[in-house]
């Protein structure tokens, strides 16, 4: 079984596992070395710049190479679509329940997507991107949109919990 847990870096930086299979052997890493800048790790040893939006910002999100999410700071049952970045988010399902890696959650949202052109590490024509979200728990899970293979968190919280 997985044990679930923040991780802390070195220097007290905060790191977000996700993980693609149970073994582990598709990571994702994202590491918030200060509030506005860090870095994502694919795999073991690739690594891309990241920035976070500001504390002021309306929005949590993470722009990097391999990972593109913004999600409004105030999300609510209203909330239908926003644009971050000229891409367009939207929510396709919300107040969801789910069972993740043993670990039950609810109030989630099913958000879809910029394109993106991460699989699995090489770069490919866009795909549709999906996410998991919750308001007290941060991104859960991202993934392709029109495909089951997943990201899932393995850290105490997801990026951009309350």
Known sequence: MLSISICYGRNGDVRYVYIGSIDGDKKF????????????????????????????????????????FAVPKDIDESTIQWEFNNKLYEVV??????????????????????????????????VQMKYIYSKNDGLLGFGYYKNDHFFWSVSEKGFGAK
């Open 29 to 68: 890493t994202i590491q918030m070395e200060n509030e506005n800048r860090g870095s994502v790790y694919s795999g073991r040893d690739i690594k891309s710049d990241a920035f976070f939006c500001n504390y002021f910002s309306k929005f949590n999100c993470i722009i990097s190479y391999d990972i593109v």
């Open 93 to 126: 399902a919300k107040n969801k329940k789910l069972k993740i890696l043993g670990k039950n959650f609810s109030e989630l949202y099913v958000i879809k997507g910029p394109k993106n052109t991460f699989v699995d590490y090489v770069a490919y024509p866009s």
